[in-house]
Every structure is written in structure tokens, then in C-alpha cells.
């Protein structure tokens, strides 16, 4: 008889303590002070964060957007005191006298071509050493990795006599080759010391139970190594190829003869050219344009991959 008393309260306690932690029907839900969808506190220091940051977007943009409104106008209305702001009766006839001139394809296609071979070599011997790097363990690594970093520390002005007196006695001035040869040497220590954080951070465990499973060594590493390392690749590329793009000074040294220039070089001549006869800042705007454009095209490829890469290899090593 107690038992079942007891039983009873019980069971009559626990039903009032679960009726009393419902809600009730006619009770608000409670909302905490900072839950989402409650009332948010207005907070000044975010909203000037952000129009800081919509301001530097703006500073940043804006020497882009006056180069293309700039390439659309007449050189009188850009020669006005009064500036104008949006491209109203503009027309593509700089763009038309850039082009007649017939030496802008030519340079383009040297650009290309230096710029291609020096992102290949670079990335392949910088993959190696890379590899070497973080995976081996031998005699002189420290040595190595040292050296990767002095170098990167010497002037590039105090070699060019060196390195004109080299590719003369190789007889590859006013060459692609020769060019390459030298953006290839410059360009590959810093890669190497970029690609290495992104294979240290892939675990060589990976290879190891891929091994087990019966792939060979080079089959484990071209199968789950080299397809994580992809990202990593792509943002050293970038970096090779903007180097290659916009180098200018080596170019100046090595490339003399008018008919072997790259597009640095090629708008260099434009502008003095157009400034022999008062400087159509139209054309040389237009000229800019054009020299901006395949960086753009590049970009817009690669933008996703190297994004990764680059968040990827801020993270690991």
C-alpha cells in the first residue's frame, strides 16, 4: 500500500515538473540578447569597419576604372581641366590605333611564350626541391634550404651585367630563350620556398596506406599526393607568371632589338613614341588596357585554385 502511495506521488510529481517546464501557450518565447532574429545591438564599430573597407575597395578600383574610361575618350576631352567621369560618347579608336601600329601581336606573343616557358620550368624544378625539402633528410639540407633564402636577398640590379655578359657569350640575346633562362633562375627560389609549406602539409601516412593497398610509391604520390597539392601549384604559377608578365628591367638589359620586345618593353616605346608628337594619353591608356587584359583572362581561370592554395598554404607547413 505505501509502494504503491509512493509510486503514485512520484509519477504525479514528475508529470507536474514536466507540465511546469512546457511553455504556455500564451508565454512569449524567450529569446536571448544576441540570439539571430532578436533584437540586434547596433554596433558602430562594424558599420565603420565596413565603410573603411568599402573606401580602400573604392581607392583600389579606381585607377582600373580611369584607365578603361580613359581609353574610350578623345585625347582633347582628356587634355580638359575638367575631368570626365564616365565614357558618354566615347568610341574604340585608340584601341584601333594601338593595333595598326603592328607591333603590339608580336610583343604579345613574346610575352606569352617567356611567360609560359618560365611558369613550367619553374614549377618543376621548384616542385622538386620542394619535395627534397620536405620529405628527405640528407647531407646539406640546411645548407640548401639557407641558400634558398640568400638568395632571394641579392639585388637584381647587381647581376645584369653578369647576366648580359653570360647570355652574350651563349649568344642568346634578344632571345626567349635567354629571357627565360634568367626569370627561371629568379623566380625559382622563392617558389620552392612556396610550394614547401603545401607538401609538408599533406602527411606522407597517405602515401604509406596507399602503398599498402598494393600502388607502388610513384603510383601513390601521382594518385592522392599530387592532386592535394594542386592549389599550391596554382598560386606559385600565379606568382611566375606575374614576375614573367611585368618584369621589365631584365628585359630592358637583355632584349635590345626593337623586333624582340615584350609588352613592358613594347609600352614603354609606345609612349615615347607618343610623346614625339605631344602624348595621346587615349592610346597609352588603351595600350595599358590591352596589356592588362590577358592578366585578367589569367585570373579569371585560375581564381578559384589559387584562392585555396593560397588559404591553404597560409595554414600548413
Known amino acids: 500500500m505505501t509502494s504503491t502511495v509512493y509510486s503514485s506521488g512520484q509519477s504525479t510529481g514528475v508529470n507536474a515538473l514536466q507540465a511546469g517546464s512546457r511553455p504556455r501557450p500564451s508565454d512569449p518565447p524567450t529569446r536571448r540578447p544576441g540570439s539571430r532574429g532578436g533584437n540586434r545591438r547596433f554596433r558602430p564599430g562594424r558599420i565603420a569597419l565596413g565603410v573603411v573597407g568599402i573606401v580602400v575597395s573604392l581607392i583600389w578600383v579606381f585607377p582600373v576604372y580611369w584607365m578603361l574610361n580613359s581609353s574610350l575618350l578623345p585625347n582633347v576631352v582628356l587634355q580638359s581641366t575638367t575631368p570626365t567621369w564616365l ?4 568610341s574604340l579608336d585608340n584601341f584601333v590605333a594601338v593595333f595598326s601600329g603592328g607591333t603590339f601581336l608580336p610583343a604579345l606573343g613574346m610575352s606569352t611564350a617567356i611567360a609560359i616557358i618560365t611558369v613550367v620550368f619553374c614549377l618543376f624544378f621548384a616542385f622538386l626541391g620542394a619535395l627534397a625539402i ?18 632571394q636577398m641579392l639585388p637584381a640590379e647587381g647581376l645584369f651585367i653578369a647576366q648580359y655578359k653570360l647570355m652574350g657569350s651563349l649568344n642568346m640575346l634578344n632571345s626567349i630563350v635567354g629571357v627565360s633562362i634568367i626569370y627561371i633562375a629568379a623566380v625559382v627560389p622563392f617558389t620552392i620556398w ?35 597539392l594542386a592549389p599550391g601549384l596554382v598560386a606559385s604559377g600565379v606568382y611566375a607568371f606575374l614576375q614573367a608578365w611585368n618584369e621589365f628591367t631584365v628585359a630592358l638589359v637583355l632584349l635590345q632589338d626593337n623586333s624582340s620586345q615584350t609588352l613592358p618593353l ?20 588603351a595600350a595599358s588596357t590591352m596589356v592588362a587584359i590577358p592578366v585578367i583572362i589569367f585570373f579569371l581561370f585560375v581564381q578559384g ?13
Open 305 to 317: 585554385r589559387m584562392t585555396s592554395g593560397l588559404v591553404s598554404g597560409a595554414v600548413k607547413g
Open 87 to 90: 565614357p558618354f560618347g566615347g
Open 194 to 228: 612556396m610550394l614547401r609549406g603545401f607538401v609538408a602539409g599533406v602527411p606522407a601516412d597517405l602515401e604509406e596506406a596507399g602503398m599498402i593497398d598494393g600502388l607502388s610509391r610513384t603510383q601513390a604520390f601521382m594518385r592522392i599526393t599530387f592532386p592535394l
Open 266 to 285: 613594347w609600352l614603354r616605346g609606345f609612349i615615347q613614341a607618343s610623346a614625339s608628337r605631344a602624348t595621346d594619353w587615349g592610346q597609352v591608356m
Open 134 to 151: 620536405s620529405r628527405f633528410r640528407f647531407r646539406g639540407r640546411k645548407a640548401f634550404v639557407l641558400a634558398v633564402l640568400l638568395i
